[in-house]
């Protein structure tokens, strides 16, 4: 019974695609009630491939064309699965769709190679232990190939959501085309237990495939590559913010010092001791400023936390701030500098916006279970707008819109964490979790 069972062609070829494009799924965000769902619709995928092949058998008997539209049907008929049980765009889909169908026909292809070499037939119909293996173990030992030859050695070059549209479409394509050809030399009888129809094409149709998987990491490299050079350009844009900020720091020194310079002439020449009193307290009040001495154990953030302080002091803006910067400190002192001076001025620039007395801005970095948690929030009387999960700028120049955060972003996934922008209550949050204690990269 389970070899009748198995022997269905729509179970057998489900399993096989469905194989080969789990490795493409591992680490895409799931839905809820995931088990339930994907059950449920590999059962959907199962029945309408079924009729599909019936279809096919009434309208399109004994032709080629039947089994090149069997097999793209089946390709396509995999959408339900993976579109209804998990979290992803329509390029990724296709990214996924093209990639596992080009792994499952490179392990049939290969496979039809080796059996026609060791003198054996692939046979659509034998025993039971012949059936698991040429039609189920192998194409898990040929995924399994797959993703760690080439999925597992990419995955740091990028994400399916890094995938150029136009040339997972083009390898698409390509792999239809090259499955077309496929069955067009396969399946007529002269070419059946041939060189050609079982080394020449079968190696053709691998090479095809081989290309599709190849030129769609190739996209992801470029496009990763493309992302950290804008992200690159981004964070030298912001440097010139920093150091304009730190310029207006100095400026606020020397201007402090000056003022500092007339009150010590002054201060000669007044004789009475209460207006003297009066006086040198003024002094110690302007002098304050410079005694925002931190010791967080990370001397880039200490650095940073001194500089800012003296701002928001001469903007009368409410500073708080409980950090333990020694979580942070494996990350490289450039890194904590253009991420903590980022954070602090775009929350400057939305206090200032606020009446005075309503200017606060608070900062905590501490622990979150197995975490470092970098939580900033400031008042925010008007929300801004999002789009993406960024806020949308109100400036003028739109093609600025973002840099600032996304360069952000991109700090914080360089070391493997995560950001989350939020605005309610009158207030702007931004909450960032890195992983502890890490190498510096």
Not at 56 to 65: G, R
Not at 75 to 92: M, Q, V, W, Y
Not at 315 to 322: D, G, L, Q, V
Not at 338 to 357: R, S
């Amino acid at each position: 019974m389970l070899y009748s069972f198995l022997e269905s062609f729509c179970i057998q070829f489900t399993f096989q695609l469905f194989i080969s494009e789990s490795i493409f799924l591992i680490d895409i965000p799931r839905k809820k009630h995931f088990v339930p769902r994907l059950v449920g619709f590999l059962i959907a995928q199962i029945f309408l491939g079924k009729l599909w092949e019936t279809t096919l058998t009434v309208i399109l008997p004994d032709s080629m064309l039947q089994y090149v539209c069997l097999y793209i049907g089946y390709a396509l008929l995999t959408i339900i699965p993976i579109s209804g049980s998990f979290d992803l765009e329509l390029r990724e889909l296709i990214f996924i769709l093209a990639g596992g169908y080009a792994t499952e026909h490179m392990t049939f292809a290969l496979s039809k190679i080796i059996l026609y070499l060791f003198h054996r037939q692939y046979t659509l119909y034998g025993s039971l232990p012949h059936l698991l293996i040429t039609r189920y173990i192998i194409y898990v030992m040929g995924a399994m190939a797959v993703y760690f030859l080439i999925i597992r050695t990419k995955k740091k070059s990028g994400e399916l959501g890094d995938s150029d549209f136009r040339i997972v479409v083009l390898a698409f394509i390509i792999m239809v085309f090259a499955i077309g050809f496929s069955v067009y030399w396969s399946y007529p009888e002269e070419y059946q237990g041939t060189r050609v129809g079982n080394i020449i094409c079968p190696a053709y149709s691998f090479l095809c495939c081989a290309l599709v998987l190849l030129m769609e990491y190739y996209v992801l490299r470029e496009n990763s590559m493309k992302r950290e050079q804008e992200m690159m350009e981004q964070l030298l844009k912001m440097s010139g913010t920093q150091q304009k900020s730190s310029k207006e720091a100095i400026d606020i020194i020397n201007m402090k010092c000056h003022d500092l310079k007339h009150q010590m002439k002054a201060l000669e020449k007044i004789e009475n001791d209460s207006s003297r009193k009066e006086y040198l307290q003024e002094i110690r009040e302007a002098v304050s400023i410079y005694d925002a001495t931190y010791h967080t154990g990370c001397s880039a953030l200490d650095y940073v936390l001194r500089e800012k302080t003296l701002i928001f002091n001469e903007r009368n803006i409410e500073f708080s701030c409980m950090v333990e910067g020694k979580m942070i400190s494996y990350m490289s002192s450039a890194d904590v500098y253009a991420l903590m001076g980022n954070a602090l001025d775009n929350a400057l620039e939305h206090v200032l916006k606020e009446k005075e007395g309503e200017r606060v801005i608070g900062l905590q970095i501490r622990h979150h279970y197995d975490m470092a948690l970098i939580h900033l929030e400031n008042r925010c009387s008007c929300a801004p707008e999002f789009k993406d999960g960024i806020p949308v700028t109100r400036k003028k120049d739109k093609t600025q819109h973002g840099f600032g955060v996304k360069s952000m972003i991109y700090i914080v996934q360089k070391y493997g964490g995560e950001v989350l922008i939020t605005a309610k209550n009158g207030k702007f949050n931004l909450d960032i979790l890195l992983p502890l204690y890490q190498k510096k990269k």
